[in-house]
């Protein structure tokens, strides 16, 4: 589709953007639904966030996501701020609504359709166990419990963190809510009872991806659903444990998808078509790796 006088445009904020797969991500969905909008990502350090905050009105923009190392700053330049992103502490997309700032969070939603449709796996009623308690797992933690799981525990390295987000979502969930060191007896029995595990550490990020299995990956039971939110590489050792262990697996390139989609959606207020968003999405990391 031509860039003409009436394009729509949306972008990326963060510092760097030229590595980012969002650009072709979302002008290819554009193009698919017939949308006269176009994607840009912006390289914004972070002495300049504010006036960039302020090119979204001046430029009018429709909206940006927001990458690293922005997430957490750009709230302050923001008209509002919604309830899962205050809660997280991070907004990665912006939403501008006749001038007005609206800052969101898409990540844990995006995580739990990529459960859903990569998974097959609906969040509601099931027992949910997550490992990490950084700015991920608590995106995450909310958007789960939000969506009707009947328990969640959560195990971090360092457990005063996860008993943090514990006491943030206590009141969403009905049944058992709980953290743990994640290298405790208590963890790896609710692992071996959870219906999904969602892994949500850095742990074997490239390039430090030559680990050894986190140990609570042996409680696993091969009726899991096991999803990693590290997608560089796409076979973590915990992914490689999983299958192994004969569990049902989600790779983290879903939850980069469908974060897309959500986001995408608030912005055009139309159905992303996300199945073709994560196609395109493992298509470029294919071809990255
Ligand atoms: P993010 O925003 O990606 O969640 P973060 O807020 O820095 O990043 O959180 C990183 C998470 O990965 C934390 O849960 C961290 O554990 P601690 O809270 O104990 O620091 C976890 N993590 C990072 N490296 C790890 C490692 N080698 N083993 C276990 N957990 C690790």
Not at 92 to 113: E, K
Not at 125 to 147: D, E, L, T, W, Y
Not at 193 to 201: E, G, L, P, R
Request: charged share 20%.
């Amino acid at each position: 589709m031509p860039i003409t006088g009436k394009t729509t445009v949306v972008g990326l904020f963060g510092d760097p953007v030229a590595h980012s797969l969002s650009p072709q991500m979302h002008n290819r969905a554009f193009g698919a639904l017939g949308l006269d909008w176009v994607y840009v990502p912006f390289h914004v350090k972070a002495a300049d966030l504010a006036q960039g905050v302020d090119a979204i009105r001046a430029l009018g923009l429709r909206g940006v996501n927001v990458t690293v190392p922005h997430k957490a700053g750009v709230m302050a330049f923001l008209d509002e701020v919604d309830d899962e992103a205050r809660r997280v502490g991070a907004v990665n997309t912006i939403v501008n609504r006749d001038g007005r700032l609206i800052g969101y969070n898409t990540d844990g939603q995006g995580l739990v359709r990529s459960l859903q449709r990569q998974g097959g796996r609906d969040v509601a009623g099931a027992r949910v166990v997550i490992v990490g308690a950084g700015g991920a797992a608590q995106g995450i933690a909310g958007s789960v419990a939000r969506a009707g799981a009947s328990s969640i525990v959560i195990g971090n390295r360092t457990p005063n963190k996860a008993e943090t987000i514990v006491a943030g979502i206590k009141d969403d969930v009905d049944g058992e809510v709980a953290a743990y060191a994640s290298d405790a007896e208590a963890f790896f029995d609710a692992v071996a009872q959870a219906d999904i595990v969602i892994q949500a550490t850095s742990l074997g990020m490239h390039p430090h991806h030559e680990v050894p299995p986190p140990p609570w990956v042996k409680a696993l039971a091969p009726t899991a659903l096991v999803c990693d939110i590290v997608y560089n590489p796409r076979e973590t050792a915990v992914v490689q444990a999983a299958r192994e262990r004969g569990c049902t697996v989600v790779t983290g390139e879903g939850m980069l998808a469908y974060q897309g989609a959500v986001a995408f959606e608030l912005w055009t207020g139309r159905q992303a078509p996300d199945q073709l968003m994560l196609e395109t999405l493992q298509q470029l990391l294919a071809e990255r790796s």
